[in-house]
């Protein structure tokens, strides 16, 4: 189970650990899930209704956005900026589950808490996700960049991006949509952790340093936990990526109506009175899809890495003390 366990034996994972167990699971699900992220923000985005029944949208369903993404621009745009993706998976999944982990061990070692408990997961997860948000949000005010834009491309590489961006917005525009990020990641992540470490207890006792990371029940609980947190919190997500695409208009003519926000509230007023209240939830079957299997991958292919970065250091530790008994 991710987070400091003191029942377990071993000292625990090292933030090293924790870092590259975090980044190699970000990897691994961004490669997986970026198609369905893709089809998530192109809804988002999209001001006319998501709905066969109301015409005029460009996209009203997965299945024809699909097929639609893919007549016009190439199945490679299910991957349209991956590189800036990677970058962002990479170092939000280091950041974050090395915060975590040092957040619960603070928890037990200062705190009269179980660092176990499932109150415990949601305020350490919560802000592990804040500080991996405010130190890659630029890297994911690229991605949606990126997957925003059609054909032809405003951006053809992640250096002519950075460059274009500082020199006609300013270097602020990487954190376009901050308040709204942070205000959605905290409970999001929180939750995630949350049910994470509510369904795990559910289904099996708290795991021991003998059982294996990274197994079916992890990918089920973590796919329920992402489901549940997102539809919580995703209005919140649809705020943050209208305001990232701020001063990008140009660029998203082609895909129908475009708009201009001063702001979160202004955002939010815009919305409600033009979209009415499904319009704060366009693009929800693709990101729970999306939710469902990056959280319950992330969480499997975390508890994997790191299972094995822990056995490897156990035995190599074992192997040392053995020698050194065999010498005296």
């Given amino acids: 189970m991710v987070g400091y366990n003191p029942g377990a034996q071993g000292a625990g994972p090292s933030p090293k650990e924790a870092a590259l167990a975090g980044s190699a699971a970000g990897m691994v ?67 974050q589950f090395t915060s975590f982990e040092f957040l619960t061990k603070v928890v037990h070692e200062t705190m009269p808490y179980d660092s176990q408990t499932s109150g415990v997961h949601f305020v350490c997860g919560g802000l592990a996700a804040c500080s991996a948000t405010v130190v890659c949000q630029p890297l994911d005010t690229l991605r949606t960049r990126f997957a925003a834009q059609g054909e032809p491309k405003v951006y053809s590489n992640l250096r002519q991006a950075v460059a274009m961006m500082c020199s006609t917005e300013g270097a602020s525009t990487f954190y376009r949509g901050l308040s709204p990020t942070l205000l959605a990641v905290f409970p999001y992540a929180g939750l995630q952790f949350f049910f994470y470490n509510f369904f795990k207890r559910l289904l099996d006792p708290p795991p021991t340093a003998a059982d294996s990371g990274g197994n079916l029940r992890s990918l089920l609980c973590g796919g329920g936990a992402g489901i549940i947190s997102k539809t919580i919190t995703y209005p919140l997500d649809l705020f943050k990526k209208r305001l990232q695409v701020g001063g990008f208009e140009e660029a998203r003519v082609q895909f129908g109506q475009v708009r201009c926000y001063r702001g979160l509230v202004d955002c939010v007023i815009q919305i409600a009175k033009e979209e009415g209240a499904r319009g704060l939830f366009k693009g929800l079957k693709p990101s729970l899809i999306k939710a469902a299997l990056s959280t319950g991958f992330t969480f499997f292919w975390y508890e994997l890495f790191l299972n094995a970065m822990c056995n490897l250091r156990e035995e190599q530790r074992t192997s040392c003390l053995t020698k050194d008994l065999q010498d005296k």
Avoid at 33 to 52: A, M, Y
Avoid at 67 to 73: A, G, L, P, T, W
């Fill in 29 to 95: 699900t961004r490669a997986l899930i970026s198609p369905f992220d893709v089809l998530k923000i192109r809804f988002q985005l999209q001001i006319e209704p998501v709905s066969s029944r109301c015409p005029g949208g460009k996209y009203w369903g997965v299945f024809q956005a699909s097929r639609r993404i893919v007549s016009e621009e190439g199945f490679s745009a299910f991957w349209k900026g991956h590189i800036p993706a990677q970058l962002l998976s990479i170092g939000y999944g280091a950041v």
